[in-house]
């Protein structure tokens, strides 16, 4: 009888700690450990670990929920970007055509390209794929490796005794990135030194076919100032003996290296600042 009572607590335990078990909520930017309350069409609703207060998260962000119990839900599969060695690297860019394809990332900024055609007889769909390049480019040169496309005007060839139109194609989208930079690491670099000197600027700009290296400057730079906003690192630099009036966003940092993007009119620009 006592066998039977100590068997029967070890279930009840078991029992419990099965009904206790928290929930997993995978997301694009991790994984969220707590209890379910509420899935509805468009929101989960949870709560964390020793609190009650409920939050709600879009369900398009979601990949999947682990439940205590065992069981698995799948809502979508979370989109594998890839991560960008410098903006030469434009090729591995993705191209999204929906809004909800962008669950979990990081908005940069806004990106526009334009590509037209050489002669009237130039293919529109050639046209096309080189002003999507062009964002791809562009996206990559702001440290983004995904880009939404949410606007695209295209215009066909006209041919007419007066000489016609060659097709063009502008394109309107969103940068986003998958990850952002360890601003505490940032600040450690930023602990060594603030003089930098500027090794190389490289460009797309409204009518260049390609990104281009610039020149190699050699000038020296001073960090101003840095700020933390939304995740995203700006820096406020002197170039020389010019104080800048631009908002600089690290994209990548090293010890002695830092890479900063930069939008200026309808250019797109890198600049390398190594450490003196």
């Known amino acids: 009888m006592k066998q039977l009572g100590s068997f029967a607590l070890v279930l009840f335990l078991a029992c419990n700690a099965s009904a206790q078990k928290a929930d997993t909520i995978v997301t694009m930017r991790g994984k969220i450990i707590g209890t379910v309350k509420e899935i509805t069409p468009d929101l989960v609703s949870y709560s964390t670990p020793n609190e009650t207060v409920v939050y709600k998260i879009e369900k ?29 690297d434009w090729k591995k860019v993705d191209v999204a055509m929906t809004e909800h394809e962008t669950s979990g990332l990081y908005k940069i900024d806004l990106v526009s390209t334009k590509a037209t055609g050489t002669t009237v007889y130039s293919s529109v769909t050639k046209v096309q794929d080189r002003a999507t390049n062009k964002l791809k480019m562009a996206t990559a040169l702001l440290g983004g490796n995904l880009v939404y ?9 006209i041919r007419s005794r007066n000489g016609g139109r060659t097709a063009r194609t502008q394109i309107f989208g969103t940068a986003y990135c998958s990850q952002l930079l360890d601003d505490m690491e940032f600040k450690r670099v930023m602990d060594g030194g603030n003089e930098y000197t500027m090794a190389s600027q490289i460009a797309l700009r409204n009518n ?10 050699n000038e020296p730079v001073k960090i101003d100032s840095y700020r933390v906003e939304k995740g995203f690192i700006y820096l406020t630099l002197t170039i020389g003996r010019r104080k800048m009036n631009i908002d600089y966003r690290v994209i990548n940092f090293k010890d002695n290296k830092i890479i900063v993007a930069y939008k200026e009119g309808t250019g797109y620009y890198n600049l390398l600042l190594m450490k003196r």
Not at 68 to 77: A, C, H, I, L, P
Not at 208 to 213: F, P, S
């Open 149 to 157: 496309i949410k606007n695209e005007a295209i215009e066909g060839n």
């Open 60 to 88: 398009g962000a979601i990949a999947k929920i682990c439940f205590g119990s065992g069981r698995v839900e799948t809502f979508s599969e979370l989109k594998s970007l890839a991560n960008l060695d410098g903006a030469f």
């Open 208 to 217: 260049d076919a390609d990104i281009n290296n610039i020149s190699t400057f």
